[in-house]
Nanobody
Framework: VQLQASGGGLVQAGGSLRLSCVAS????????MGWFRQAPGKEHEFVAA????????YYAAFVKGRFTVSRDNAKNTVYLQMNNLNPEDTAVYYC?????????????????WGQGTLVTVSS
């Protein structure tokens, strides 16, 4: 699976962005799709994920209802709608594809990764 993330940019605190990740190469609908992020000087951390049939979603606690993950299997695309952004959300955001529901929030559960898209939130 090849993944291409986009949609990052510079936004003011309180603003919104929608990230997209387009997949190609294998049957997209078979995969759990996850979003992770890495802030400067910090480790990768789980943000959100959505099951293969889009019936179940998973979120990190810090999302607190601000982010929504969704997918369109007909377009081979997963989205991350981010609202009420704050400077602590500044990071490179990565999409990933995996098959292991037991490792949804863990990087080890994902076999394929996109290149990342930078989100910068100014105060």
């Amino acid at each position: 699976v090849q993944l291409q993330a986009s949609g990052g940019g510079l936004v003011q605190a309180g603003g919104s962005l929608r990230l997209s990740c387009v997949a190609s190469g294998r049957t997209f609908s078979n995969y759990i799709m996850g979003w992770f992020r890495q802030a400067p000087g910090k480790e990768h951390e789980f943000v959100a994920a959505i099951g293969s049939s889009a019936g179940r979603t998973y979120y990190a606690a810090f999302v607190k209802g601000r982010f929504t993950v969704s997918r369109d299997n007909a377009k081979n695309t997963v989205y991350l709608q981010m609202n009420n952004l704050n400077p602590e959300d500044t990071a490179v955001y990565y999409c990933a594809a995996g098959l292991y529901y037991g490792l949804v929030t863990n990087r080890a559960g994902y076999d394929y990764w996109g290149q990342g898209t930078l989100v910068t939130v100014s105060s």
